[in-house]
């Protein structure tokens, strides 16, 4: 099962979410790969793990019985799953080492540059997000990456990832200080 590389966050798109409707597992994958494995490299996975990570994250929605609608949006929903399933691959992967910006900085920043020195400052900037965000806590890593780059409301994180507003307001709260932080220290700035 390959990841759509074209496939792309849908927020905002009108769909069958926009219409209060239930959406099935394989509409699912078709609509949110991507932003399942964009998600995912942002947390941190493996090149060499993500595709087995977005098949077990559309592989639970589909016991679950696909997206049903409420306070959480399907790509919050797709999220918790995608956090549950990382957080489980880190743990059992004892050698798990830091994952490189490189094999889907087109995912991450978006369309490829026109120009080779573009290209470059385009991926020492995916890896100097990549880095910022794996020094943040995974929870918090989470709450970062769906407010700051996928534009969802900290009520429909909350839904999505079955916790408290405040928390989500904390986390977030927390995530931006380490953010700011680790960009501080890279311009030779004082955090």
């Avoid at 080492?97 to 490829?112: H, I, N, P």
């Avoid at 994180?157 to 380490?178: F, N, P, Q, W």
């Amino acid at each position: 099962m390959g990841v759509p590389a074209a496939v792309g966050n849908r927020v905002g798109a009108v769909g069958p979410e926009s219409a209060g409707l239930p959406i099935d597992s394989e509409t699912l994958f078709r609509d949110y790969a991507g932003f399942v494995a964009s998600f995912l490299h942002r947390l941190g996975a493996r090149d060499a793990d993500l595709e087995d990570l977005v098949q077990d994250v559309f592989m639970t929605a589909h016991r679950k019985g696909g997206y049903r609608p409420g306070l959480a949006s399907p790509t919050t929903f797709l999220a918790r799953i995608a956090l549950e399933a990382r957080l489980q691959t880190r743990r059992r992967n004892v050698r798990w080492q830091r994952a490189q910006a490189e094999g889907l900085s087109g995912v991450t920043v978006g369309a490829a540059p026109a120009t080779p020195e573009s290209l470059l400052a385009m991926q020492r900037a995916a890896q100097g997000m990549q880095r910022a965000l794996e020094g943040m806590d995974p929870g918090a890593r989470a709450v970062f990456v769906l407010f700051e780059l996928e534009g969802q409301s900290c009520e429909q994180i909350a839904a999505g990832l079955e916790l408290k507003l405040g928390t989500v307001y904390s986390r977030l709260h927390g995530a931006r200080k380490a953010f700011h932080a680790h960009v501080a220290r890279q311009q030779g700035g004082r955090p």
